[in-house]
Protein backbone atom coordinates (compact mmCIF):
# COMPACT_ATOMS: atom_id res chain seq x y z
CA UNK A 1 0.00 0.00 0.00
CA UNK A 2 1.14 3.46 -1.14
CA UNK A 3 1.38 5.74 1.91
CA UNK A 4 0.68 9.34 1.55
CA UNK A 5 0.73 12.21 3.38
CA UNK A 6 -1.84 15.40 2.57
CA UNK A 7 -0.35 18.60 3.68
CA UNK A 8 -2.78 22.01 3.39
CA UNK A 9 -1.51 25.74 4.67
CA UNK A 10 -2.89 28.59 6.19
CA UNK A 11 -6.41 29.22 5.48
CA UNK A 12 -7.65 26.27 3.83
CA UNK A 13 -9.44 24.94 7.23
CA UNK A 14 -12.00 27.91 6.10
CA UNK A 15 -12.82 26.16 2.55
CA UNK A 16 -16.42 26.25 1.88
CA UNK A 17 -16.63 30.04 3.06
CA UNK A 18 -13.15 31.57 2.23
CA UNK A 19 -13.54 33.27 -1.06
CA UNK A 20 -15.93 30.42 -2.94
CA UNK A 21 -15.98 32.20 -5.94
CA UNK A 22 -12.28 31.47 -6.18
CA UNK A 23 -11.79 28.41 -3.82
CA UNK A 24 -15.40 26.46 -4.47
CA UNK A 25 -17.77 25.56 -1.70
CA UNK A 26 -16.26 22.26 -0.82
CA UNK A 27 -15.12 22.23 2.54
CA UNK A 28 -11.79 20.41 3.22
CA UNK A 29 -13.22 18.14 4.90
CA UNK A 30 -15.25 17.37 2.10
CA UNK A 31 -12.12 17.61 -0.39
CA UNK A 32 -10.20 14.78 2.62
CA UNK A 33 -13.29 12.62 1.67
CA UNK A 34 -13.57 12.54 -1.72
CA UNK A 35 -9.45 12.25 -1.63
CA UNK A 36 -9.63 9.36 0.40
CA UNK A 37 -12.22 7.27 -1.90
CA UNK A 38 -9.88 7.94 -4.59
CA UNK A 39 -6.82 6.70 -2.89
CA UNK A 40 -9.07 3.47 -1.84
CA UNK A 41 -9.12 2.97 -5.64
CA UNK A 42 -5.16 3.54 -5.83
CA UNK A 43 -4.44 1.13 -2.82
CA UNK A 44 -3.11 4.22 -1.03
CA UNK A 45 -3.20 5.46 3.06
CA UNK A 46 -3.71 9.12 2.80
CA UNK A 47 -2.62 10.85 6.41
CA UNK A 48 -4.52 14.54 6.38
CA UNK A 49 -2.80 17.72 8.21
CA UNK A 50 -3.57 21.39 7.84
CA UNK A 51 -1.93 23.85 10.34
CA UNK A 52 -1.88 27.75 9.68
CA UNK A 53 1.93 27.75 10.86
CA UNK A 54 4.81 27.52 8.85
CA UNK A 55 6.65 25.67 11.24
CA UNK A 56 4.34 23.13 11.93
CA UNK A 57 4.20 22.06 8.02
CA UNK A 58 7.80 21.68 8.30
CA UNK A 59 7.29 19.17 11.19
CA UNK A 60 4.79 17.61 9.28
CA UNK A 61 7.00 17.18 5.80
CA UNK A 62 10.44 16.10 7.98
CA UNK A 63 8.31 13.40 9.96
CA UNK A 64 7.36 12.31 6.50
CA UNK A 65 10.46 10.57 5.65
CA UNK A 66 10.78 6.89 5.96
CA UNK A 67 7.39 6.72 6.30
CA UNK A 68 5.79 8.02 3.51
CA UNK A 69 5.90 7.33 -0.38
CA UNK A 70 4.53 10.52 -1.08
CA UNK A 71 3.14 14.20 -0.57
CA UNK A 72 0.78 15.91 -1.83
CA UNK A 73 1.15 19.72 -0.49
CA UNK A 74 -0.92 22.49 -0.53
CA UNK A 75 1.30 25.47 0.65
CA UNK A 76 -1.28 28.12 0.30
CA UNK A 77 0.39 31.42 0.45
CA UNK A 78 3.90 30.02 1.77
CA UNK A 79 4.11 28.99 -1.78
CA UNK A 80 5.28 32.03 -2.61
CA UNK A 81 7.67 32.54 -0.16
CA UNK A 82 8.35 29.43 2.18
CA UNK A 83 12.35 28.96 1.36
CA UNK A 84 11.70 26.54 5.02
CA UNK A 85 9.22 24.17 3.04
CA UNK A 86 10.34 24.29 0.02
CA UNK A 87 14.03 23.05 1.99
CA UNK A 88 12.00 20.74 3.89
CA UNK A 89 10.81 18.90 0.75
CA UNK A 90 14.14 18.99 -0.63
CA UNK A 91 15.86 17.07 2.22
CA UNK A 92 13.19 14.26 3.13
CA UNK A 93 13.31 12.95 -0.65
CA UNK A 94 9.98 11.91 -1.05
CA UNK A 95 7.83 12.55 -4.29
CA UNK A 96 6.21 15.71 -3.55
CA UNK A 97 3.72 17.09 -5.99
CA UNK A 98 1.84 20.76 -5.26
CA UNK A 99 -1.49 21.74 -5.79
CA UNK A 100 -3.63 24.72 -6.12
CA UNK A 101 -7.38 25.03 -5.86
CA UNK A 102 -7.30 28.23 -8.30
CA UNK A 103 -5.22 29.19 -11.07
CA UNK A 104 -2.65 30.79 -9.46
CA UNK A 105 -1.38 31.63 -13.07
CA UNK A 106 -4.30 34.27 -13.76
CA UNK A 107 -4.77 35.65 -10.69
CA UNK A 108 -2.43 38.65 -8.78
CA UNK A 109 1.47 38.79 -10.14
CA UNK A 110 2.51 37.53 -6.43
CA UNK A 111 0.52 34.19 -7.11
CA UNK A 112 1.92 33.13 -10.16
CA UNK A 113 5.56 32.75 -7.83
CA UNK A 114 6.36 29.08 -6.51
CA UNK A 115 9.70 28.70 -4.38
CA UNK A 116 7.55 24.72 -4.10
CA UNK A 117 7.90 23.86 -7.69
CA UNK A 118 11.21 23.14 -7.92
CA UNK A 119 11.28 20.71 -5.31
CA UNK A 120 7.87 18.79 -6.59
CA UNK A 121 7.30 16.17 -9.70
CA UNK A 122 4.57 17.89 -11.13
CA UNK A 123 2.46 21.08 -9.51
CA UNK A 124 -1.43 21.09 -10.39
CA UNK A 125 -3.63 24.24 -10.35
CA UNK A 126 -7.14 25.43 -11.05
CA UNK A 127 -8.93 22.25 -11.05
CA UNK A 128 -10.70 22.44 -8.17
CA UNK A 129 -10.27 19.46 -5.68
CA UNK A 130 -9.62 17.73 -8.84
CA UNK A 131 -6.13 19.31 -8.74
CA UNK A 132 -5.49 16.60 -5.28
CA UNK A 133 -7.25 13.81 -6.92
CA UNK A 134 -4.67 14.34 -10.18
CA UNK A 135 -1.88 14.82 -7.77
CA UNK A 136 -2.68 10.96 -6.16
CA UNK A 137 -2.59 9.98 -9.70
CA UNK A 138 0.62 11.58 -10.41
CA UNK A 139 2.23 9.73 -7.25
CA UNK A 140 0.75 6.25 -7.81
CA UNK A 141 2.42 6.42 -11.38
CA UNK A 142 6.01 7.79 -10.35
CA UNK A 143 5.74 5.04 -7.60
CA UNK A 144 4.75 2.12 -10.38
CA UNK A 145 7.53 3.29 -12.22
CA UNK A 146 10.29 3.15 -9.30
CA UNK A 147 10.91 6.82 -9.36
CA UNK A 148 11.50 8.82 -6.17
CA UNK A 149 12.26 12.66 -6.72
CA UNK A 150 12.74 12.74 -10.28
CA UNK A 151 12.34 16.43 -10.70
Partial sequence: MIKIQVINGPNLNLLGIREPDIYGTLTLKEINAMLRKKG??????LDFFQSNHEGDIIDKIQDCYGKMDGIVINP???THYSIAIRDAIAAVGIIAVEVHLSDINSREDF??????KSVCVKQIWGKGADSY????EVIANKVSEGKSTDL
Avoid at 40 to 45: A, Q, R
Avoid at 111 to 116: D, L, P, Q
Avoid at 133 to 136: N, Q
Fill in 40 to 45: DELNMH
Fill in 76 to 78: GAY
Fill in 111 to 116: RKISVI
Fill in 133 to 136: TEAL
